[in-house]
């Protein structure tokens, strides 16, 4: 029997946080790893010291780990993708921190900063992408770097409906004990041009821009990954 009762909103991820692998983020993390691979081969990174923002449920904090890289530092603002995260990194040595990335502070820089999965599409206005970007700039060392990748719109189109078409909602559902509890999320895609105008602004130097798969045209978005360097 299905329990029909509303339990009310939830907080982004609270619901999705237990299942979030099994549904999105093991397949997920295949691509994006082969996607940073790719990038880390191309532009000869060097994983030493590594902050993961929007690190989730920590699976690619704990490749990072595995690959060698330390200090690893997992920032995520959703604290139940924290509990995750932290009980999947148990024992490796990952430190994990409650921030968000807009106002991204760690105890030290690093020399490599990933930010993936379209975690910056959350951001839903240029002024917030360019602040975040500008904290990423501030938490890497000169000359590290800055991998990061977003969902893109494929048309330059702007003006008011163009902006209100961009921004896609998304109600996830959960039935079980106490009721039935939902989330919301809102992320904006960017042209290429506004996320190139953003970096610019915030004090790094974007290196390269690469298509992740094909292209939606039904949808009119691309997944594109970005390599920034602070000078």
Not at 54 to 61: A, D, E, N, S, W
Request: proline share 6%.
């Amino acid at each position: 029997m299905t329990d029909t009762s509303a339990a009310g909103p939830a907080a982004p991820y609270e619901t999705l946080a237990p299942v979030y692998d099994a549904l999105l983020g093991d397949r997920a993390f295949a691509r994006l790893r082969r996607a940073f691979e790719r990038i880390e081969c191309r532009y000869g990174l060097v994983l030493r010291s590594v902050a993961d923002v929007g690190c989730g449920t920590g699976t690619f904090v704990a490749y990072l780990r595995a690959r060698g890289a330390h200090p690893v530092w997992g920032v995520d603002r959703s604290p139940h993708m924290l509990a995750e995260a932290l009980a999947k990194n148990r024992g490796n040595g990952a430190r994990f921190l409650l921030q968000d990335l807009r106002e991204l502070r760690l105890p030290h820089q690093v020399a490599l900063l990933t930010c993936q999965f379209d975690t910056l599409n959350y951001l839903l206005a240029p002024s917030e992408l360019r602040t975040a970007l500008a904290a990423f700039a501030r938490a890497v060392e000169p000359g590290g770097h800055v991998v990061f990748d977003m969902v893109t719109r494929t048309g330059e189109g702007g003006g008011r409906r163009a902006d209100r078409e961009c921004v896609r909602r998304v109600r996830v559902l959960r039935r079980g004990p106490p009721g039935t509890s939902y989330e919301t999320h809102v992320q904006r895609a960017y042209t290429p041009a506004e996320i190139g105008a953003a970096v610019a602004g915030s004090g790094l130097r974007l290196r390269g821009a690469h298509r992740v798969g094909e292209a939606r045209p039904e949808a009119g978005t691309a997944r594109v990954i970005f390599l920034a360097r602070r000078p």
